[in-house]
């Protein structure tokens, strides 16, 4: 089985910064893109960045210039550091990964439980 946990949600006032992780661990053979993405209250599930395993990243527009997203390809986790952050921001932050399950031998894709970030104004 593979596992996405995710870490680092909670409550922080506008302006303020949170950084959160995602560990993928189980019968994992490679992991080519991760990413972050949320869902606010009412509204669809969006991407908030992503990453490929060589490096190359995208972002959101709404987040360009105060978040970045980073991974440790020897440790299977991405990283999202968010600073100057916005009310808008709040939502249930997912991470999500591209990868091969030795099981199965295809790429597929897979999602953490979820950790919910509330920016108060």
């Known amino acids: 089985q593979v596992h996405l946990v995710e870490s680092g949600g909670g409550l922080v006032q506008a302006g303020g910064s949170l950084r959160l992780s995602c560990a993928a661990s189980?019968?994992?053979?490679?992991?080519?893109?991760m990413g972050w993405y949320r869902q606010a209250p009412g509204k669809l599930r969006e991407l908030v960045a992503s990453i490929m395993r060589g490096g190359s990243t995208h972002y959101a527009d709404s987040v360009k210039g105060r978040f970045t997203i980073s991974r440790d390809n020897a440790k299977n986790t991405v990283y999202l550091q968010m600073n100057s952050l916005k009310p808008e921001d709040t939502g249930v932050y997912s991470c999500?990964?591209?990868?091969?399950?030795?099981?199965?031998?295809?790429?597929?894709?897979?999602w953490g439980q979820g950790t919910q970030v509330t920016v108060s104004s």
């Open positions: 189980g019968s994992i053979f490679s992991i080519n893109a």
């Open positions: 999500n990964a591209q990868l091969v399950d030795v099981r199965i031998g295809r790429m597929g894709d897979y």
